[in-house]
């Protein structure tokens, strides 16, 4: 299984640009890479994924590394609403959907 | 939002009593799964199903089994219940595989065993 390593917390102003990293460098070829978020008292919320290209949605964008032993989730204007656990999870497919510490954003007003 | 219901919300029972947690979905998709979450151990995975009638073990399948009888509803029942089952348990659906399917998850049975 590809191994995470995500920061424990980061802390963002609102409306300002938030960068979440991650580090999968035991990624394969094959495997996506999803980020969900939890917020309090929730159950997780998807929020992207990609395999090699970056991608754009309506709540974000991932940009993955070309070697892909990384990636970055951006909030383009963060706001008291995107206050979460982030998860990095990079899916080796078969069922085993595996939720790490993740990263938990404080965001300021 | 993904139409996934748990039911009951909340729930207080007494160590050695059965317990049977409902999801249902009205997404027609073909995949779901159970998850409980516990302080320091994020998500874990107790059982998937990946079609009416079957279902598979997850990392923590010990002490539950899984029933989906019809698309909509997978049911996770706790025989016997005890204290170390005292968490959320999410439940969660997938159009296609996790692989490169995103999964939704509903809002979670806080389920608490004295």
């Known amino acids: 299984d590809a191994k995470t390593t995500q920061p424990n917390s980061m802390e963002s102003n609102e409306e300002e640009p938030v960068h979440l990293p991650c580090n999968h460098s035991t990624i394969s070829g094959t495997d996506y890479i999803h980020w969900y978020r939890q917020l309090p008292s929730q159950g997780p919320e998807y929020v992207i994924h990609?395999?090699?290209s970056n991608v754009n949605n309506r709540m974000a964008s991932l940009a993955i590394a070309e070697d892909r032993k990384s990636s970055t989730l951006i909030l383009h204007r963060a706001t008291l609403r995107d206050a979460a656990v982030y998860y990095c999870i990079p899916n080796t497919g078969g069922f085993k959907t595996i939720f790490g510490a993740g990263t938990r954003l404080f965001v300021k007003a | 939002d993904a139409g996934i219901t748990q039911s009951p919300r909340h729930k207080v029972t007494e160590t050695g009593t059965p317990v049977t947690l409902r999801c249902h979905q009205t997404e027609n998709h073909r995949y779901m799964y159970w998850y409980r979450q516990d302080p320091g151990h994020g998500l874990r995975l107790i059982h998937y199903s990946y079609g009416v009638k079957d279902t598979d073990k997850g990392e923590v399948s010990d002490g539950y089994s899984v029933s989906r009888s019809k698309t909509e509803d997978f049911l996770l029942t706790l025989e016997s219940a005890t204290s170390s089952q005292t968490s959320v348990y999410f439940c969660?659906?997938?159009?296609?595989?996790?692989?490169?399917?995103?999964?939704?998850f509903g809002d979670g049975t806080r389920l608490s065993i004295l």
């Open positions: 990609g395999l090699t």
């Open positions: 969660a659906i997938s159009e296609g595989a996790p692989s490169n399917q995103p999964q939704h």
